[in-house]
């Protein structure tokens, strides 16, 4: 499934001439985890009560997204060609408004995990085990938002809401550590309250287990920092700063789609 | 009509009862719960009321999660910081999305008085009219937030309620009903119109008193719903007295004057002025004297309806 969303991602970045394939590359596993092994959704229901909540936080990642939820039976896998179309479903950023399963609209990044708190102490008012995961980039971390959520989380002991940050380590215009050094991150979370999880972003037995562990923690939220490599699976994306915001041509997505036959 | 109330008080109550009568409204605050009085809620539902703390942004975010699960979420804060500290996740979160937030806050405008500019929320229906979606409503006095606030909790999707800090005095009886979108002729008149929203509806009337003995019928307008605006209303006012005064506590620009004058340039041109916050940051102040400063008095209506008389030709 890894590498049916990666070729989604790179098909329908190319065919849209622009997007973010790099850091929507780096969360494939995370994904794939979460929608195929984890997460308990109805894609003929998307808005089902009791459905458990998967908000992407850094919003660029869209291509992901729709990957995941159309092989999920959101949508025909066809549609995602139309992703950044005029009157497409499939926008630019995450568009709670125009795609069935998504749960937020972003782009604007550091606002997802607010709205994570939000649908978890909904949950606990209304007595419903559902839960809330919410996908952060590492850049993104750099909001102050981010640390205003994750203060709140703590302290309204919210403990069915899991944060999983995408540590990719690269940013527009740079290494995160060059740029806005956020390390470490991992005590930045633990000191605000949070139980602490590092994996191999790009591990699925290492991402389940933590999902699984995280169902476990109880009176605290879950952060699973996620170690993961940009534009991952392609080789000469992988790292490569210009794929955060750039589709690839014709000929490097045909190279792409071959490193991922 | 002596009495005098502050609107904040009002909302605080009503929430009260709302909360009785509706288990699905939750309140949030960002620290200042005794002050926009959700901390009469608070006593009372404590499951329901969470205070966010200084953290107007996150406290967007948790209000626009909370409605998405199906809650009538009530949010509230100081007017400065419920637009201008998180403006992007009030657009992003609660504009685009539709959702179910009742944004009310307290504090509007420059009544706010001594606690000086930081505290002086002049641009806030500017910022919240911007937003698509949103509905945006300014009660003339205590009364009228008691229903504002009610027909907000029963009408779903985004609003903001800009109310203020000091007692005010009662426009209406108890017999008044709120109507949304929808402005109510205070008094007839048939020589000018003052279109005014919030604290400045008594003022408008009082110099409406003061002009009636000078023979000037004064036709006194309040537009409590700045958006959606009543078209209707305005273009019966500037048809049937040919001139318009907006008076507003806000900046001239973005607020009631200009959404007055689109419709009014649209539909029926007539001679305006325009009575608001002047284009600069006010000082400490008692919150008379600064109204005062800027001709956001009785006696500054006076004067600006003359000057129209004059126009009109």
Redesign the interface.
Known sequence: MAKTLRRHIIRMTAKAGSGHPGGSLSAVEILTALFFNHLRYDPRNPRWTDRDRFVLSKGHAAPLLYSALAEAGYFATEELLTLRQLDSRLQGHADMTATPGVELSTGSLGQGLSFGIGIAIAARLDRRDYRVYVLVGDGECEEGQVWEAAMAAAHFKVDNIVAIIDRNQQQIDGWTYEIMNSEPLDEKWRSFGWHVIEVNGHDPAQILAALEEAKTVKGKPTAIIAHTTKGKGVSFMENNLEFHGRAPTADEAEQALKELE | MAVEMSTREAYGKTLVELGKENENI?VLDADLSRSTNTQLFAKEFP??F?D??I?E???????????????TVFASSFAVFASGRCY??V???IA???QNVKIVASHGGISVGEDGCSHHSIEDLALYCSFPNFSVIVPADANETAHAVRIAAATYGPFYIRLSRPKTSVVFDDNYRFELGKAVTMRGGWDVTVIACGLMVHRALLAADALAKQGIELRVVNMSTLKPIDEEAIIGAANETGAILCVEEHLQHGGLGSTVAQVVAKHQPVPMSFLAIKDYYSPSGKPNELLERHGLTSEGIEKEVRALVGRKG
Do not use: T, Y
């Open positions: 939750v499951e329901r969470f966010c703390g953290a942004q996150n406290m967007m975010g948790i209000a626009a999660g909370l409605a998405a699960s199906g809650k992007d996740q657009r992003m979160s685009q999305p539709r």
